[in-house]
């Protein structure tokens, strides 16, 4: 066997997040490209593509040593914020890096006045992801997304968000 440090290590403490800007636009195309078509259906790239040339303002991008490994946003809707275009590198699910980037955005949107609900679209594939990490599912379609793909959308009070901070830190 191999010696026991030798083992992948959990990614988390090493991922450093910080604020997307255009220069990044080329290297989040490539996250996208390496979720495709398990995660995320050609059809999408488009959308994503003009998403990020808008340079949207809370977009943040994970580097883990100097390199971008992961993406992820969200907006306000009224009382409500939406978790947008978050994606980790395939070869990196499941090592922390999705964590660190959710956390990050529950505590931007934690300090967003007014937000009640945080909510997000995804599919069946990640949806295990947002129930362990406090999400509801609110709504699910069979191939919502794309065939394979279903559409399911969850939510998560704030109250709950503060709660679990509160575990966290």
Do not use: M
């Amino acid at each position: 066997g191999e010696p026991a440090d030798s083992r992948r290590r959990p990614l988390s403490t090493d991922v450093q997040l910080r604020p997307y800007v255009e220069a990044d636009l080329a290297a989040c195309l490539t996250l996208f490209d390496s979720n495709v078509p398990q995660f995320f259906a050609p059809h999408e790239r488009p959308e994503f593509e003009d998403w990020l040339r808008a340079v949207p303002t809370d977009y943040l991008v994970a580097e883990v040593g100097g390199q971008l490994v992961a993406c992820g946003g969200w907006y306000g809707r009224d009382d409500e914020a939406r978790l947008c275009w978050g994606l980790v590198a395939r070869g990196l699910h499941g090592q922390g890096v999705g964590r660190a980037l959710l956390d990050a955005r529950l505590k931007a949107i934690r300090a967003t006045p007014g937000v009640r609900a945080v909510s997000i679209t995804t599919s069946q594939l990640s949806e295990g992801f947002f129930v362990k990490h406090g999400f509801e599912v609110t709504k699910r379609e069979v191939n919502g997304l794309a065939p394979g793909l279903d559409r399911v959308e969850a939510q998560r009070s704030e109250e709950h968000t503060s709660e679990l901070q509160s575990r966290v830190d």
